[in-house]
Nanobody, 125 residues
Framework: VQLQASGGGLVRTGDSLRLSCAASGRTFSTSHMGWFRQAPGKEREFVSIIRWSGSSTYYADSVKGRFTISRDIAKSAVYLQMNSLKPEDTAVYYC???????????????????WGQGTQVTVSS
């Protein structure tokens, strides 16, 4: 699976952004898709994941209620709608694909075999 994230930018507190992740490869439709982010000087952290069927989604507590993950199998794309953005959301956002899903490890970067190049999101106060 090859992934390319886009949609980042510079916004103000309270604004919204929609990130997109374009995927290619025949295994996309059966991959679990996640979003991670990494701020300067910090470790990469889990944001959200959507199961391959789209039946289940999970979010980090820090974004729950503000971010929504979705996928479009026909377009081979995954999206992250980000609302009510805060300065602490500033980071490079990465989309990632996992072949297997485990309830204990879905938030771990090591679970994901494929990564996109990242897109910068900057939220000014």
């Amino acid at each position: 699976v090859q992934l390319q994230a886009s949609g980042g930018g510079l916004v103000r507190t309270g604004d919204s952004l929609r990130l997109s992740c374009a995927a290619s490869g025949r295994t996309f439709s059966t991959s679990h898709m996640g979003w991670f982010r990494q701020a300067p000087g910090k470790e990469r952290e889990f944001v959200s994941i959507i199961r391959w069927s789209g039946s289940s989604t999970y979010y980090a507590d820090s974004v729950k209620g503000r971010f929504t993950i979705s996928r479009d199998i026909a377009k081979s794309a995954v999206y992250l709608q980000m609302n009510s953005l805060k300065p602490e959301d500033t980071a490079v956002y990465y989309c990632a694909a996992a072949v297997q899903f485990t309830s204990n490890y879905y938030a771990s970067p090591s679970t994901y075999a494929y990564w996109g190049q990242g897109t910068q999101v900057t939220v000014s106060s």
